[in-house]
């Protein structure tokens, strides 16, 4: 069975950071690209960032470019979210996804608030 | 960037029914090297993560009920779902995945039973 389990979520400052780890299993993973995304309290989906499979190549989504770095571990299976200069907006579940090419599947994710 | 725009923001309709939700993007998402539309809808229930009902506009993901169907090419989408059951209540998001380097989702669509 495909799985994606996130952790490292929980409460920090503003200003603060934060890793967001993704462990993947049921699948060849060094042969997918993998993505965050975030949902706010009661709001939509927002794609985050992007790792390919080999680690080579990553893209951000405006409103975290400079803040966030995405990357991976292809020996342990997982892809990271490390998280700086958070902001309160950044406050969100964070969903881990593969590619496929669309989405599929999502991990359970992991909330993430930045508050004082 | 590629903006989606889903319509209704919500609807509600009677169980067995046929609910009708559209997303257009602001550019064309059908790739001419392939023919294929980088289109996907989602559902989301909540305190859930979103399922992958469709991609490829039209691909329904195995396992998904026959009654959710996708339509449109180019820049016009459309998830509908027949014979409405009380399970389907859910958001439905659509998405492109045309670009490598952003890739967005339209709003959103509340779907309730009338």
């Known amino acids: 069975e495909v799985q994606l389990v996130e952790s490292g979520g929980g409460l920090v400052q503003p200003g603060g950071s934060l890793r967001l780890s993704c462990a993947a299993s049921?699948?060849?993973?060094?042969?997918?690209?993998m993505h965050w995304v975030r949902q706010a309290p009661g709001k939509g989906l927002v794609w985050v960032s992007r790792i390919n499979n080999d680690g080579s190549d990553s893209a951000y989504a405006d409103s975290v470019k400079g803040r966030f770095t995405i990357s991976r571990d292809n020996a342990k299976n997982t892809v990271y979210l490390q998280m700086n200069s958070l902001r309160a907006e950044d406050t969100a579940v964070y969903y881990c996804v593969r590619d496929f090419p669309s989405f599929d599947p999502w991990g359970q994710g992991t909330l993430v608030t930045v508050s004082s | 960037d590629i903006v989606m725009t889903q319509s209704p923001d919500s609807l509600a309709v009677s169980l067995g029914e046929r609910a009708t939700i559209n997303c257009k993007s602001s550019?064309?998402?059908?790739?001419?090297?392939?023919?294929?539309?980088?289109l996907a809808w989602y559902q989301q229930k909540p305190g859930q993560p979103p399922k992958l009902l469709i991609y490829w506009a039209s691909t329904r993901k195995s396992g998904v009920p026959d009654r959710f169907s996708g339509s449109g090419s180019g820049t016009d989408f459309t998830l509908t779902i027949s014979n409405l059951q009380a399970e389907d209540v859910a958001v439905y998001y659509c998405q492109h995945y045309y670009s490598t380097v952003s890739y967005t989702f339209g709003q959103g669509t509340k779907l309730q039973i009338k």
């Open positions: 049921g699948f060849t993973f060094n042969s997918y690209w």
């Open positions: 550019q064309s998402v059908l790739h001419s090297s392939n023919n294929k539309n980088y």
